[in-house]
């Protein structure tokens, strides 16, 4: 099997690359974005010989399908939407199956975080989104949407849950990554850069769709806040979540919920910094004059708080979930919930956030080449793994030594 990584380089790229890379059944592992020199650090760091380097322009969609041409299936890595979309255009034209992380659901763009993505002309965004799902089926690719930590594990146990019961009525998902307790001490808002933070911050300021009273509504970040208790995997921590987009599929793929939202979690503090920071108005985007100078507030912010919140040497993230589906199973009111707490490997180099990133992404990717994903066009995580295929996905997550635990009660 051979499997190309768009953006090789970056954090989850590289966390694809590396479990691929002990793969038996992957032969060939291609890493592909615009320096050389950050993809041949990564080939060094990994010490394999399947890993080969692919210098290009991955927007030119020539040069891209060029190289998906070369492969069995491919993985995209990037941060931003502009360039995933470009991706997935070049895929789907070409018949060529690909895994990507972002949590957008491409057959309905985010009409609020389309990040100078290119709409052909004469169609609407969500024209465009069909278009692209209509052409995968027409040449036979499969585009898995959304399939990293959240979106991703999130929604494929969410769907497992709703599953479970007889009928389905309420889910919400918390996840989230978070600096150590130890390391949230030492850094502003209780927060260290694990994921590209501009792309953090614009999650707290977009409105967003969740399922109210049975009707889908949009609604401000950061609404619905809950302050709990973790205590499973031996941990007692206390933590809090709000709402945030990031599994937006539910909206279209579960419209029978009577609820339904997504929680990004925190540790405690960090709401009433980003409370401030608004208040201020340093979390703009409209220019405003300072001495004759035009500045935006958010780069500006960006500017000075980034090299605050990166990690010191020595510090670690952790990547937490609590999910919880409730309705109704041999007419009893029931409840199931999915925890994970992991952790980062410093023996391999590789945060938290990575490993349950890049994991489900290699996972996913490894599951494309053996066709047992069978479906085609835009296929969100919760559609696509299910049954035998989730038993086998929790198992191969095990492997990785990240651990997924399912209870389930019945509630009064």
């Given at each position: ?7 090789g380089?970056?954090a ?19 890493l592909v ?10 080939q ?18 020539r ?29 789907v ?7 990507d ?22 169609m609407?965004?969500?024209?465009y989104?069909d ?75 977009v ?8 009707k ?30 990031g599994?937006?599929?539910?909206i279209y ?16 503090g ?31 912010l ?21 999910n ?47 066709g ?25 997550l ?15």
């Amino acid at each position: 099997m051979k499997i190309l990584i768009f953006g090789g380089s970056g954090a989850i790229g590289r966390a694809c690359a590396w479990d691929l890379a002990q793969r038996p059944e992957v032969e060939k592992i291609g890493l592909v974005g615009r320096r050389r020199e950050a993809l041949t650090q990564v080939q060094m760091w990994i010490g394999s010989p399947k890993i080969e380097v692919h210098a290009a322009d991955i927007l030119d969609r020539r040069e891209a399908q060029k190289l998906m041409r070369a492969y069995d299936v491919g993985i995209i890595s990037v941060p931003d939407r502009k360039t995933s979309y470009s991706l997935i255009h070049s895929a789907v034209e070409i018949g060529f199956s690909v895994v990507d992380n972002l949590e957008e659901y491409h057959r309905r763009p985010d009409a609020y975080e389309t990040e100078g993505l290119e709409v052909p002309e004469g169609m609407s965004l969500n024209d465009y989104g069909d278009w692209l799902d209509a052409k995968a089926k027409e040449t036979g690719a499969t585009v898995l949407d959304g399939l990293g930590f959240a979106p991703g594990i999130s929604n494929i146990t969410v769907g497992e849950g709703i599953r479970k019961l007889d009928q389905a009525e309420k889910a919400i998902a918390r996840v989230g990554g978070i600096p150590s307790k130890e390391a949230a001490l030492r850094h502003p808002l209780r927060y260290m850069i694990t994921w590209a933070f501009e792309h953090v911050l614009r999650e707290y300021m977009v409105r967003l769709y969740v399922i109210k009273n049975g009707k889908v509504t949009e609604v401000p970040a950061l609404i619905d806040r809950e302050r709990f208790r973790f205590t499973r995997f031996g941990q007692d921590v206390e933590l809090e979540c709000a709402v945030t987009p990031g599994m937006p599929s539910f909206i279209y793929t579960r419209p029978q919920l009577k609820e339904f939202a997504e929680k990004t979690i925190r540790w405690p503090g960090h709401w009433e910094g980003i409370d401030a920071l608004k208040e201020i108005g340093l979390l703009d985007l409209e220019p405003v004059d300072f001495q004759g100078i035009k500045i935006v507030p958010r780069q500006f912010l960006l500017h000075l708080i980034r090299p605050k919140l990166l990690p010191r040497e020595g510090e670690t993230d952790v990547c937490v979930m609590w999910n919880t589906i409730t309705g109704i199973k041999n007419g009893r009111p029931t409840q199931i919930d999915y925890y994970m707490w992991d952790e980062a490997d410093t023996k391999h180099g590789l945060t938290s956030m990575a490993r349950v990133t890049g994991f489900p992404q290699a996972i996913g990717a490894l599951f494309l080449g053996k066709g047992l994903i069978t479906q085609k066009g835009i296929v969100a995580p919760e559609d696509a793994i299910f049954g035998e295929l989730y038993e086998q996905f929790i198992h191969e997550l095990e492997k990785r030594n990240i651990r997924i635990l399912e209870e389930i009660k019945e509630i009064q």
